[in-house]
T-cell receptor
Framework: GQNIDQPTEMTATEGAIVQINCTYQ??????LFWYQQHAGEAPTFLSY??LDGLEEKGRFSSFLSRSKGYSYLLLKELQMKDSASYLC??????????WGAGTKLIIKP | SQTIHQWPATLVQPVGSPLSLECTVE??????LYWYRQAAGRGLQLLFY??????ISSEVPQNLSASRPQDRQFILSSKKLLLSDSGFYLC?????????????FGPGTRLTVL
């Protein structure tokens, strides 16, 4: 079966750094997405990785290791507005997106 | 630019009543279209997807159905709602290029079945 694992919830302090991990077992791999979803709103795109390594975009970075079936999203200089759920999704061999359950990130002042 | 619309934004329906949620996309042609449901505090559950007019794939057997009468219109329906149908319904689209299938979401419909 296809499976994506993320921690259910994480807590971090404003101004700090947090790393949200995602591991996956899918039938094939054609890319990994990270989305941000604020409570009651639709998910919005954050990052895309298809090759191994780190992709940096401002305060957010995403890392991928295809051999380990592993990705992480790194958020730096945390702000209160970063409180949201972060969804990991993998494109499988049929080019279907398989979604993780999401990690709820709570930022404390 | 592309935009995606969903309505209504919120809906409260009694058990056993019918349902019709509509989604339309502007600014793109022949998109892939998706219906998701998200229960409170949970991940996204893919319900239906469509690669073209009249072409619907169902991911989860249930009392819901979907139709795509026009290229950029996707409709989610039910003849009789169940309590378990409550949730946040999201419509999404992606381009037909299969090598990169970023999905863009509509604002969602929050459905409460009483």
């Amino acid at each position: 079966g296809q499976n994506i694992d993320q921690p259910t919830e994480m807590t971090a302090t404003e101004g700090a750094i947090v790393q949200i991990n995602c591991t996956y077992q899918t039938s094939g791999f054609n890319g990994l997405f990270w989305y941000q979803q604020h409570a009651g709103e639709a998910p919005t795109f954050l990052s895309y990785n298809v090759l191994d390594g780190l992709e940096e975009k401002g305060r957010f970075s995403s890392f991928l290791s295809r051999s380990k079936g592993y990705s992480y999203l790194l958020l730096k200089e945390l702000q209160m507005k970063d409180s949201a759920s972060y969804l990991c999704a993998v494109t499988d061999s049929n080019y279907q997106l398989i979604w993780g359950a999401g990690t709820k990130l709570i930022i404390k002042p | 630019s592309q935009t995606i619309h969903q309505w209504p934004a919120t809906l409260v329906q009694p058990v056993g009543s019918p349902l019709s949620l509509e989604c339309t996309v502007e600014g793109t042609s022949n998109p892939n279209l998706y219906w998701y449901r998200q229960a409170a505090g949970r991940g996204l559950q893919l319900l239906f997807y469509s690669v073209g007019i009249g072409q619907i794939s169902s991911e989860v057997p249930q009392n819901l159905s979907a139709s795509r009468p026009q290229d950029r219109q996707f409709i989610l329906s039910s003849k009789k709602l169940l309590l378990s149908d409550s949730g946040f319904y999201l419509c999404a689209w992606s381009a037909q290029e299969i090598s990169y299938n970023e999905q863009f979401f509509g604002p969602g419909t929050r459905l409460t079945v009483l």
